[in-house]
Protein backbone atom coordinates (compact mmCIF):
# COMPACT_ATOMS: atom_id res chain seq x y z
CA UNK A 1 0.00 0.00 0.00
CA UNK A 2 1.18 3.34 -0.99
CA UNK A 3 1.89 5.55 1.91
CA UNK A 4 3.19 8.99 2.33
CA UNK A 5 3.46 10.67 6.21
CA UNK A 6 4.56 14.07 6.56
CA UNK A 7 5.32 15.66 10.26
CA UNK A 8 7.41 18.44 11.31
CA UNK A 9 5.14 21.03 11.45
CA UNK A 10 3.76 23.28 14.54
CA UNK A 11 3.75 26.66 15.62
CA UNK A 12 6.74 28.72 14.95
CA UNK A 13 6.81 32.92 15.02
CA UNK A 14 7.35 34.99 11.92
CA UNK A 15 10.46 34.69 10.73
CA UNK A 16 11.33 31.30 12.23
CA UNK A 17 11.91 28.16 10.48
CA UNK A 18 10.37 24.75 9.95
CA UNK A 19 11.73 21.43 8.37
CA UNK A 20 8.83 19.32 6.98
CA UNK A 21 9.80 15.83 6.15
CA UNK A 22 7.41 13.45 4.06
CA UNK A 23 8.09 9.44 4.41
CA UNK A 24 7.40 7.24 1.94
CA UNK A 25 6.53 3.20 1.71
CA UNK A 26 4.71 0.55 -0.35
CA UNK A 27 6.50 2.27 -3.63
CA UNK A 28 9.90 2.50 -5.45
CA UNK A 29 10.21 6.28 -4.06
CA UNK A 30 13.73 6.64 -6.20
CA UNK A 31 11.52 6.36 -9.65
CA UNK A 32 8.61 9.44 -8.61
CA UNK A 33 8.48 12.88 -8.54
CA UNK A 34 6.79 14.28 -5.53
CA UNK A 35 5.23 17.50 -4.98
CA UNK A 36 4.57 19.66 -1.59
CA UNK A 37 1.22 21.72 -1.79
CA UNK A 38 -0.50 23.60 0.75
CA UNK A 39 -4.02 25.01 1.38
CA UNK A 40 -4.33 28.21 3.97
CA UNK A 41 -7.46 27.73 6.50
CA UNK A 42 -10.31 27.63 4.52
CA UNK A 43 -8.93 27.99 0.85
CA UNK A 44 -7.95 26.26 -2.13
CA UNK A 45 -4.75 24.01 -2.76
CA UNK A 46 -2.36 25.96 -3.72
CA UNK A 47 0.99 23.67 -5.30
CA UNK A 48 4.35 24.80 -3.29
CA UNK A 49 7.06 22.83 -5.05
CA UNK A 50 8.34 19.54 -6.83
CA UNK A 51 11.15 17.59 -7.31
CA UNK A 52 12.10 15.05 -9.34
CA UNK A 53 13.15 11.72 -9.13
CA UNK A 54 16.36 11.81 -8.54
CA UNK A 55 16.92 15.43 -6.76
CA UNK A 56 18.56 17.22 -9.60
CA UNK A 57 15.38 18.78 -10.75
CA UNK A 58 13.10 21.25 -8.61
CA UNK A 59 10.92 24.33 -9.25
CA UNK A 60 9.03 26.46 -6.71
CA UNK A 61 5.78 28.64 -6.67
CA UNK A 62 6.58 32.63 -6.70
CA UNK A 63 4.72 32.83 -3.33
CA UNK A 64 7.63 31.08 -1.65
CA UNK A 65 10.80 31.39 -3.98
CA UNK A 66 13.92 32.40 -2.21
CA UNK A 67 12.29 31.18 1.26
CA UNK A 68 11.42 27.78 0.47
CA UNK A 69 14.35 24.26 -0.26
CA UNK A 70 12.71 21.33 -1.48
CA UNK A 71 15.10 18.07 -1.39
CA UNK A 72 14.73 14.14 -0.86
CA UNK A 73 17.09 11.40 0.72
CA UNK A 74 16.20 8.82 -1.95
CA UNK A 75 18.13 5.67 0.81
CA UNK A 76 15.83 6.87 3.26
CA UNK A 77 12.39 7.13 1.23
CA UNK A 78 12.53 10.51 2.40
CA UNK A 79 11.62 13.99 1.21
CA UNK A 80 12.00 17.43 2.91
CA UNK A 81 10.93 20.84 2.32
CA UNK A 82 12.67 23.51 4.64
CA UNK A 83 10.51 26.66 5.42
CA UNK A 84 12.52 29.92 6.05
CA UNK A 85 11.76 33.14 6.88
CA UNK A 86 8.34 32.25 7.63
CA UNK A 87 5.59 34.79 7.44
CA UNK A 88 1.96 34.49 8.96
CA UNK A 89 0.58 33.76 4.90
CA UNK A 90 2.20 30.46 5.40
CA UNK A 91 -0.25 29.04 7.98
CA UNK A 92 -1.16 25.83 6.10
CA UNK A 93 -1.88 22.09 5.98
CA UNK A 94 1.44 21.80 3.84
CA UNK A 95 0.59 17.89 1.69
CA UNK A 96 3.36 15.68 -0.34
CA UNK A 97 2.12 13.88 -3.12
CA UNK A 98 3.59 11.39 -5.40
CA UNK A 99 3.33 12.13 -9.16
CA UNK A 100 2.43 9.17 -11.17
CA UNK A 101 3.17 9.37 -14.80
CA UNK A 102 2.07 6.53 -17.45
CA UNK A 103 2.61 5.62 -20.95
CA UNK A 104 0.43 7.96 -22.91
CA UNK A 105 -1.59 9.48 -20.02
CA UNK A 106 -0.48 12.87 -18.42
CA UNK A 107 1.12 13.19 -14.67
CA UNK A 108 -1.11 12.90 -11.95
CA UNK A 109 -0.78 13.32 -8.45
CA UNK A 110 -1.95 9.56 -7.17
CA UNK A 111 -1.20 9.57 -3.71
CA UNK A 112 -1.24 12.08 -1.15
CA UNK A 113 -0.33 12.18 2.65
CA UNK A 114 -2.49 13.58 5.49
CA UNK A 115 -0.75 17.17 5.62
CA UNK A 116 1.16 18.39 8.60
CA UNK A 117 -0.08 22.14 9.67
CA UNK A 118 2.40 25.12 9.82
CA UNK A 119 0.70 27.99 11.57
CA UNK A 120 3.24 31.24 11.22
CA UNK A 121 1.83 33.28 14.78
CA UNK A 122 3.42 35.72 17.00
CA UNK B 1 2.88 29.75 -15.63
CA UNK B 2 -0.32 28.66 -16.69
CA UNK B 3 -3.47 29.93 -14.89
CA UNK B 4 -6.48 27.95 -14.39
CA UNK B 5 -10.00 29.12 -13.88
CA UNK B 6 -13.00 27.34 -12.62
CA UNK B 7 -16.57 28.42 -12.84
CA UNK B 8 -18.87 28.27 -10.80
CA UNK B 9 -16.95 29.08 -7.71
CA UNK B 10 -20.22 27.21 -5.83
CA UNK B 11 -23.17 25.95 -7.06
CA UNK B 12 -25.96 24.37 -4.98
CA UNK B 13 -27.75 21.08 -6.19
CA UNK B 14 -30.12 18.43 -5.32
CA UNK B 15 -29.55 14.66 -5.09
CA UNK B 16 -30.12 13.16 -8.60
CA UNK B 17 -29.13 16.31 -10.52
CA UNK B 18 -26.45 16.26 -13.20
CA UNK B 19 -23.63 18.58 -12.14
CA UNK B 20 -21.07 19.96 -14.44
CA UNK B 21 -17.84 21.96 -13.62
CA UNK B 22 -15.64 23.89 -15.99
CA UNK B 23 -12.06 24.61 -15.92
CA UNK B 24 -10.25 26.68 -18.47
CA UNK B 25 -6.22 27.14 -18.76
CA UNK B 26 -4.90 30.39 -19.60
CA UNK B 27 -2.85 28.19 -22.67
CA UNK B 28 -3.33 25.53 -24.18
CA UNK B 29 -2.38 22.09 -21.58
CA UNK B 30 -3.70 19.55 -24.45
CA UNK B 31 -4.53 16.34 -21.95
CA UNK B 32 -2.89 17.38 -19.30
CA UNK B 33 -6.09 17.91 -16.71
CA UNK B 34 -6.88 16.54 -13.71
CA UNK B 35 -9.23 16.50 -11.26
CA UNK B 36 -9.75 16.10 -7.43
CA UNK B 37 -12.23 15.81 -4.85
CA UNK B 38 -11.77 17.14 -1.36
CA UNK B 39 -14.47 16.81 1.29
CA UNK B 40 -13.89 18.80 4.76
CA UNK B 41 -11.22 18.09 6.73
CA UNK B 42 -9.88 15.31 4.27
CA UNK B 43 -7.11 14.54 1.76
CA UNK B 44 -7.82 15.40 -2.01
CA UNK B 45 -8.14 12.80 -3.97
CA UNK B 46 -8.05 12.28 -7.60
CA UNK B 47 -10.95 11.11 -9.72
CA UNK B 48 -9.82 12.04 -13.34
CA UNK B 49 -6.78 12.08 -15.28
CA UNK B 50 -5.98 12.79 -18.81
CA UNK B 51 -8.80 14.55 -19.22
CA UNK B 52 -10.82 11.45 -19.27
CA UNK B 53 -9.59 8.59 -17.74
CA UNK B 54 -11.63 7.25 -14.86
CA UNK B 55 -9.17 7.03 -11.47
CA UNK B 56 -9.60 3.14 -10.44
CA UNK B 57 -12.16 3.53 -7.64
CA UNK B 58 -13.92 5.94 -8.60
CA UNK B 59 -17.74 5.97 -9.74
CA UNK B 60 -19.01 5.89 -13.00
CA UNK B 61 -21.04 8.85 -12.80
CA UNK B 62 -18.04 11.11 -13.09
CA UNK B 63 -16.65 11.63 -16.33
CA UNK B 64 -14.46 14.31 -18.12
CA UNK B 65 -13.96 15.93 -20.68
CA UNK B 66 -12.31 18.84 -23.44
CA UNK B 67 -8.65 19.54 -24.65
CA UNK B 68 -6.60 22.06 -25.42
CA UNK B 69 -7.91 25.22 -23.13
CA UNK B 70 -11.53 23.91 -22.36
CA UNK B 71 -11.93 21.12 -19.91
CA UNK B 72 -15.52 19.96 -17.92
CA UNK B 73 -16.30 17.67 -15.00
CA UNK B 74 -19.83 16.05 -15.19
CA UNK B 75 -21.30 14.16 -12.75
CA UNK B 76 -24.83 12.71 -13.80
CA UNK B 77 -26.26 11.42 -10.79
CA UNK B 78 -25.28 13.43 -7.57
CA UNK B 79 -25.22 11.30 -4.66
CA UNK B 80 -25.06 12.61 -1.13
CA UNK B 81 -21.77 11.47 -1.04
CA UNK B 82 -20.58 13.88 -4.02
CA UNK B 83 -20.67 17.18 -2.02
CA UNK B 84 -17.70 18.52 -1.77
CA UNK B 85 -14.74 20.84 -3.11
CA UNK B 86 -13.89 19.56 -6.74
CA UNK B 87 -10.06 20.96 -8.37
CA UNK B 88 -8.71 21.10 -11.28
CA UNK B 89 -4.88 21.08 -11.90
CA UNK B 90 -2.78 21.47 -15.04
CA UNK B 91 0.20 18.91 -15.48
CA UNK B 92 1.66 20.25 -18.77
CA UNK B 93 4.42 21.95 -17.17
CA UNK B 94 5.79 23.20 -13.89
CA UNK B 95 4.59 25.11 -11.99
CA UNK B 96 2.01 22.47 -11.40
CA UNK B 97 -1.40 25.10 -10.94
CA UNK B 98 -4.95 24.40 -9.62
CA UNK B 99 -7.55 26.11 -10.26
CA UNK B 100 -9.79 27.81 -7.22
CA UNK B 101 -12.31 25.01 -6.53
CA UNK B 102 -15.81 24.29 -6.70
CA UNK B 103 -17.54 23.87 -3.74
CA UNK B 104 -20.45 22.28 -4.58
CA UNK B 105 -23.58 22.32 -2.10
CA UNK B 106 -26.68 20.71 -1.01
CA UNK B 107 -29.88 22.34 -2.55
Known amino acids: EVQLVESGGGLVQPGGSLRLSCAAS????????IHWVRQAPGKGLEWVSH????????TYADSVKGRVTISRDNAKNTLYLQLNSLRVEDTAVYYC???????????????WGQGTLVTVSS | DIQMTQSPSSLSASVGDRVTITCRASQSISSNLNWYQQKPGKVPKLLIYAASSLQSGVPSRFSGSGSGTDFTLTISSLQPEDFATYYC?????????FGQGTKVEIK
Open chain 1, 26 to 33: GFTFSRYW
Open chain 1, 97 to 111: ARELSSAGNGPRMDS
Open chain 2, 89 to 97: QQSYSTPRT
Open chain 1, 51 to 58: INSDGSGT
